[in-house]
């Protein structure tokens, strides 16, 4: 991924040896530790209705290059995630020939990448497109995003997610989240961290525990929506100046490029569109004490893919999961007749994970922008950058 400034790039497979992950252009001084990565990944891997996998991977990071003595040396960081189920599939996933390959898997499995991948790169294993489109790779994407988040933490913005929906339930939300400046204190982030399906609402927990737990019996799957909120960003992170230089659109496109979302809106997208003006804008106030601020939030904290001060909000919709136990009918790609789709080992309802995989695409798109407009080679020069801009626009 190469954002404008910061560039990220991932490697490995689902049960390769391990996940590789290089992150670039962060600025030295930065103190990272291991565990800061490591607590993000804890939480990706939580959340009611994930499958076995979750069992077999404690996924635990190890930074080999860019930090030294804790804190960051200003080259690219390196960082590996091992897969611990690797174990179970030597002869499967060797890199090296092996005398007796495994058959392939043929029968294509609808809402995955299977046709498409194996067309695309003209292959006859699936294997070799699934190891690699699968959502293990949010793992890379979560370990990165840990080290945007510690870096945006510097310059006191928290970026925070949570669900509103799990297939037809939905989560009743304080209004004053999105509102807030410093609203990632608010008391329901506490309550998130600790609910399996990471809502602050128990009756939509209960709902949404009761719903995924019919649809495993079903043999079947959910998707949903979460909500990534960011506070404290100043006004002025992104331009409007090129289409694809605005904030809005990286932010979409980033979090549209996680496995199962199939829609994005930012702030009230969709409900906006339903409305007159009068009651879609946020209204716009300023005061000597407080300094700009705005009554509602509508915008979602952009304006012409600029921030506007006020908290940015991210929504991603994600579609139910693909791989069912009960297989919708499909074809064998190596004879074309009809069958059933190939069932791997699968999760039933990935919303929450999914939130903390928002959250880190979110908290890259914006260190990248942060880094963008202050510079700085070294954290010291872009932190005093950005407190004699905020000083001078507060
Ligand atoms: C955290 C996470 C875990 C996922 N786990 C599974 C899974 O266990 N089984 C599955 O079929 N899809 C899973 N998915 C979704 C697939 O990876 C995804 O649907 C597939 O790669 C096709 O990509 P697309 O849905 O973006 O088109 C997961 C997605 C996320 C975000």
């Not at 897969?83 to 005398?99: F, H, L, S």
């Amino acid at each position: 991924m190469s954002l404008g400034y910061l560039r990220v790039l991932t490697a490995g497979e689902s049960h390769g040896p391990q996940l590789t992950i290089f992150v670039e252009n962060l600025p030295a001084g930065l103190p990272v530790l291991a565990e800061d990565i490591n607590v993000d990944l804890a939480r990706r891997q939580k959340g009611y209705g994930r499958g076995g996998r979750q069992q077999i991977e404690h996924d635990c990071v190890e930074i080999v290059a860019g930090v030294r003595h804790g804190r960051t040396m200003g080259g690219p960081i390196a960082m590996v995630v091992k897969n611990r189920d690797w174990a179970n599939w030597q002869g499967k996933m060797d890199i090296e020939p092996v005398a007796d390959p495994p058959p392939p898997v043929t029968r294509l499995r609808p809402g995955h990448a299977d046709l498409p991948g194996v067309v695309k790169f003209g292959l006859n294993d699936v294997r070799n497109v699934l190891e690699r489109a699968s959502a293990r790779e949010t793992a890379s994407r979560v370990a990165a995003g840990a080290l945007g988040k510690v870096f945006l933490r510097q310059f006191g913005i928290e970026v925070r997610s949570h669900v509103r929906s799990i297939g037809p339930a939905r989560a009743n939300t304080p209004a004053e989240l999105e509102l807030a400046v410093d609203g990632a204190s608010h008391s329901w982030w506490q309550q998130v961290e600790e609910s399996p399906i990471r809502t602050g609402d128990t009756e939509f927990e209960s709902a949404a525990t009761e719903l995924i737990k019919a649809a495993r019996t079903a043999g079947d799957t959910l998707g949903g929506i979460f909500e990534v909120i960011a506070y404290g960003l100043p006004i002025g992170l992104g331009t409007y100046a090129q289409w694809d230089e605005r904030l809005d659109g990286r932010l979409a496109a980033a979090v549209m490029s996680i496995q199962s979302i199939k829609a994005v809106e930012l702030g009230d997208g969709f409900a906006n569109a339903a409305r007159h003006g009068s009651q879609a804008h946020d209204v716009i106030d300023y005061d000597q004490e407080r300094g700009w601020s705005r009554p509602t939030n509508r915008a979602g904290g952009l304006e012409g893919g600029v921030t506007n001060g006020m908290p940015v909000i991210v929504r991603g919709a994600a579609k139910p999961i693909s791989t069912l136990i009960n297989p919708l009918p499909s074809i064998d790609y190596a004879t074309r007749q009809r069958d059933v789709a190939h069932v791997e080992r699968s999760d039933v309802c990935v919303v929450p994970a999914a939130g903390v995989v928002g959250e880190a695409m979110v908290a890259l798109v914006l260190a990248d922008a942060l880094r963008w407009k202050f510079g700085g080679d070294g954290l010291d020069e872009a932190l005093a950058n950005f407190r004699s801009f905020v000083a001078a626009n507060g």
